[in-house]
């Protein structure tokens, strides 16, 4: 989350600015994953990240609708979470050149970005129907349950390239 | 992860890197949770960080210790996630004077350094059993298991500051 012009006086602010952060890291998350997507050698890996990518699009326009729901501009708050969290993933990778071991970064670096996601959506959702904003909780559920499977998809691939290694 | 002054070329390497960069990490959230632990106000927070402090000092031995098993010297790799991570709790803290509003922010920024150290730990603990670290596995376990209690303990704080306010 970063600096408001304004300072965060109630939940109803940290609630939206919290949406605005997500809505940021999300979008940079769509501009990450083509670059993932090249770099990735093995086809699951490869074909993981492409059909997030797709997810990842559902997921700004989600967020998007529960902005118009809670009668907001949609609009990105600056989130050095992210930022960090990706920059991270580029310099590991410039890193390697090996493909098998840049695979195995990548997928470490995507699990990174999927926790991200799944720790900031939680957190939405718990604040969404505390506030008695339930339709924003049920569409915010459905892009937390596809992070966590994408996660889930992320430990599988790895598993199956450390039984083809052993 | 931050560059190296030498490529990245086996899995040795990135597994070793892996771990300065959650060394550096968990350097990073000792040096954070101070400011937390003085910031927030409910009582079950404001322990919950205390006790976290504790654990996060046994997490850095625990590396200390992977790193002897390995034969390397401990050290730390810059790491902008988590770097980014603390910034923005700190970014956040400062815009809140609500101690109940600060409270969520805090509870919500904990859990993001929480699945920080969720995603690092399962990552290198699968690494681990790949490349016949069992002993390693065994002790980044036992970190692991802590730091998701601490996530469950953080969920279980909000839940609870959100019955109190319903």
Redesign the interface.
């Known amino acids: 989350?970063?600096?408001?012009s304004k300072?965060?006086?109630?939940?109803d602010?940290?609630y939206l600015?919290?949406l605005e952060?997500i809505y940021y890291a999300e979008q940079q998350i769509e501009k990450a994953l083509p670059q993932m997507i090249d770099k990735a050698s093995a086809g699951p890996l490869h074909d993981g990240f492409q059909s997030h990518l797709q997810e990842t699009r559902g997921h700004i326009e989600r967020l998007e609708e529960v902005f118009r729901l809670l009668g907001e501009e949609p609009k990105g708050a600056t989130?050095?979470?992210?930022?960090?969290?990706i920059?991270?993933s580029n310099?590991?990778s410039k890193?390697?050149?090996?493909s098998?071991?840049l695979d195995?970064?990548l997928a470490?670096a995507g699990?990174?970005v999927?926790?991200?996601e799944?720790?900031?959506y939680?957190?939405l959702i718990?604040?969404s129907?505390?506030m008695g904003h339930d339709g924003c909780a049920d569409i915010l559920q459905r892009s937390l349950t596809e992070e966590k499977a994408a996660d889930e998809k992320l430990?599988q691939i790895?598993?199956q390239r450390?039984n083809k290694?052993?």
């Open positions: 989350m970063a600096l408001f300072d965060i006086q109630t939940m602010d940290l600015h919290t952060d989130c050095p979470a992210i930022d960090g969290i920059k991270e310099q590991i890193e390697i050149s090996d098998s071991v195995a970064a470490a699990q990174a999927e926790h991200y799944i720790t900031r939680g957190t718990a604040w129907l505390e430990t790895a598993e450390l290694a052993a």
